[in-house]
Each structure stands twice: as structure tokens, then as C-alpha cells.
């Protein structure tokens, strides 16, 4: 079974063109202009940009976390993804501290096999650190899992200096890399504990609790170990303008740091923590929070001069009746946003249409730096022969209202309800198979493990 997509445009990190792209079953076997359809089922894509698939390689799918369960599991979080444009999720296998790895591994399996509309890898927690755990890494690596976290915050799964360093260190024999969730555990308590007793309750005390400094400090602070364990490493979430700053003083020293930030981040001000409904407010927790406009031209500009690689979402998504857990304590509304189902057509339209960054940036910020940072390239992240026909085929004069009445997240809302886009996703094809047409979904649970290997970059 053949498909020809005819007239579109195909982007790629280094440049795009006006080419066909010619599918056999389940990968890309052609790119070109002008070829012929040859028995081929032709799609007219005149017009359209041809992204490979988008990658998310930040989301945290039925994860047990603030005494509740994330509002999407890998049935629903896949579709949403899907239905936004992303074919491989990278999710988080979690086991608890003083489970094993092969437990929490086996667990994510469970968790996704048969149940995922788009592709799926894991990275693998490291919450704890022994000599069990030690011996454990290398089955990982032939799991198809090179790719580790680690939350220098979060008491259930944070991991001291000490450990870090030691695991760290492990990682690099086999060529590992990990991410690494940035804050001040110590500080961030001591300040939660002075508006506490100050009665300080509401949500905008989140911000004040977890201010730029102390993102800034973890960042330095863990560049210095990944500088003494000459390792690369990769910074999750970053949001400050601080922070980014204490990345590009490590690069000078000449060490490899790869950052990732988020749509909320580049969209979003802390201004959303002060509104004085609980609900309105309470949505938008996550851990880092929202910052300032002046965080987000910062980062945009990052994006578009190359210091930050990577665009993924840390979907952690909840209800708002779940987030109600906080009133009257905010620091028991459970935190994370949705986001997988929105990202491609945000960054298109406040970074592509807006002029702030280029498709092709774009092309590799969502596709084709994480796959090679997390060793999914060439198989995936790039439109060539030999690649998974993963492709996104992006409408640029197809605008649309955002709205949670017609997403498939579970959790009931979105950040950005109401907002417009420019253009659109009109399809998205699956290694072959067309998933999703102008918003419907058409195929099912079809999502696959995707082993990985050592990074590329
Ligand atoms: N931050 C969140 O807000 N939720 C999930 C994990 C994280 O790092
Ligand atoms: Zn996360």
C-alpha cells in the first residue's frame, strides 16, 4: 500500500522544499519533486507544510502524584497527543524509591502497551541510588532506554548530590544522558513554611515560594557536578532567564548542556496566579511556575538563536476538581498542565506566524533535536527514505479558536481556551497510517514501544 502526498511543502531543520513524499506501509520511501504516483493513493497537499511527526519527550502519563493520579492516562494522553500533531511520546517511568528499575519499567509497560494512539519511549527515574540499582543499568540500555531523570526537588524523588553524581557517572559508560528537574528543595520549603504561618494560602503564593534564584541556583549548582563528572547533561523545563544564563556560562567552560523549555513557559505570566478566583488560578500549578514576560522573550529568543534545543511539554494534567484539593493549601494542589494536545499549534502561531522563530526552527525544536538527543533519529524527527512515515501535514491558512470542548485530554480544560492559531493541523499520519484528519480521529490504539539508542548529538 502506497500513498503519495503531492505539492506540499516538506520542512526539515536545514530547510525546506517543495517536494512529494511517497509512503510504502509504514515508512517514508521517497522525497522529491515530481514523482510519479505509480500505483499510489494520491493526497493533494498543495499548500500545506509536511513536519516530521512532533516529538514529546516530556509527559508523565497515569502517574501517581499529590495523592491523586494524573487526569490522563496513555489512552487518552495518546490521543490528545496524536490529535496535536506529536506521533512518539517520551513519558517518565516512575518507580518509587525502593522499587527497581525493571519494576517500574515493567509497570509503564502495562501502562501503555495496546492502549497508546501514538509512539511511545521511556525514560527511566532515578530516584534512588545502591548497588542494586547500579547493576540494573545496563539492562535498561538494551531495554532501549538511554535516556534517565532525576528531580533535585520533590521529596518522594529527589536524589542527593552524592547519588546524582554516582549515577551520573554510570550513565556515562554507556553513553547515557539525563534530565534533571532544577530547584531548590531547601529554600522553596523554608519560604512555603513563612507564608504558611503567615496565612498566606492562596495560589499566588506558588510563585512566591519557587522564585528565579532558585532555579538559577540548581541549575549552577548541578552544572558543577555534571562539570566535575564530565558528563553531558539536559536542563527540563527551564524557565528563567537566570537559569539560561548560568547554561550559557557552563558552555563556555566547554561543557555540553542541552535545555528543553515549555509552551507555558514562552505563553504564559505568573499575572494567571493572581486572579482571585481559586479555580481560575489553581489550573495553571506546575512546578517551575509561570514567570515574567520578561523570562519569555528571553526564551523565545533562545529559541531562535539556538541556546535552548528542545520544546516539550511536561504534560501532567488534572481536573479542575482535583486541583480543588488546594483551597485554603496551596501546596496540595496537585501540579502540571495539559499541553501535548496544544504545543504544535502554539508554537506555530506565537513563534512561526509571529516572526519570533523560523519552520524550520520549529521543525527542530519539536522534531528533529529531540530525536536525536534521545536517540530516536534517524527513525524518527526527520522526512527521509528509510524513516517512519511519521508526518504532520500543517494547514498555515486554517485558523482555529482553542477550545477544551474539542480536545481529547481528560482533564477538562485547557491554559489556553479561547486562544486563536494561526493555521492548523489538517492530518496526521502514524508510521503510514493517517491518524487524524482535520481534527478526527481515525485510527485506534495503534501506538508502539520505540527503543532507543545512546544520543546523537
Ligand atoms: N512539574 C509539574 O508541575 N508537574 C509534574 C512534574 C514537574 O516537574
Ligand atoms: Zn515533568
Redesign the pocket.
Known sequence: MKTLLKGGTVVSAAASRAADVLIEGEKILAVGENLPADGAAVVDVTGKLLFPGFIDAHT?FD?D?CNTTTADNFDTGTRSAIHGGTTLVIDFACPNKGESLQYGLDLWHKKADGRSSCDYGFHMTIDDWNEAIRAEIPAMFAAGIPSFKM?MT?PAMMIGDQDMFCALQELKKYGGIAGV?CENAGVIDALIAAHKAAGQTAPSSHPECRPNPLEAEAVAHLLRITEVAGVPIVI??LSTKEALLEVMRARARGQQVYVETCPHYLLLDDSVYYQEDYSAAARY????PMRKKEDQEVLWKALANGTIQTVST?H?SFTLQQKDAGRGDFTKI????PGVETRGELLYTAGVAAGRITKEQMCALLSENPARLYGAYPRKGVIVPGSDADLVVYDPAADKTITAGTQLSAAGYTPYEGWRTKGSIAQVYLRGTLAVDHGEMKAGPIGTYIPRHPSAL
Open positions: 508523565h502517574l502524584v528531580y520533590y528537574h527540563v523545563h500549578i506546575c512546578a517551575p511536561d501532567c496537585p501540579g502540571g498542565l
